[in-house]
């Protein structure tokens, strides 16, 4: 065999020969996301000075500054600018299709027309990912 086998990026795998065979094994490259960082930090004492998300047309559906702005208020809006169904297949809450305020701390939201189950503040950032 005469051919020439180049492979780039060779620093990018550990190598090692099995039985004569040359295996090379991708270096598991471990990079945080913003999730992951998020996800390390408490946010149950926290306070939003301000908030701006924009839909895909670049209009504005949340906006808060210098009011009391929650991540569940944020959440609600969020979920209020998004079909039922992509909520329901997206969702780490619990919702119910019926009006269940109160019950097992569920929230009725007459806007979204469905109950959904309360989450502290670093669930509720977490879902707003």
Known sequence: MSEIIRIPNILNYTQE?????????????????????????????????????????????????????????????IWVSMPTQLILQNTTFNFKLTNENGNKGYIWSSKLGMSYQ?????????EII
């Open 17 to 77: 020969i099995i039985n004569g065979d040359l295996i090379l094994t991708p270096k598991i490259k471990i990079i945080l996301s913003e999730y992951e960082l998020l996800n390390n930090h408490q946010f149950g004492n926290s306070t939003i000075l301000e908030c701006s998300i924009k839909n895909n047309e670049n209009e504005e559906i949340i906006s808060g500054k210098g009011s009391v702005i929650s991540y569940a208020s944020i959440l609600k809006d």
């Open 118 to 126: 309360g989450k502290n503040a670093d669930e509720s950032i977490i």
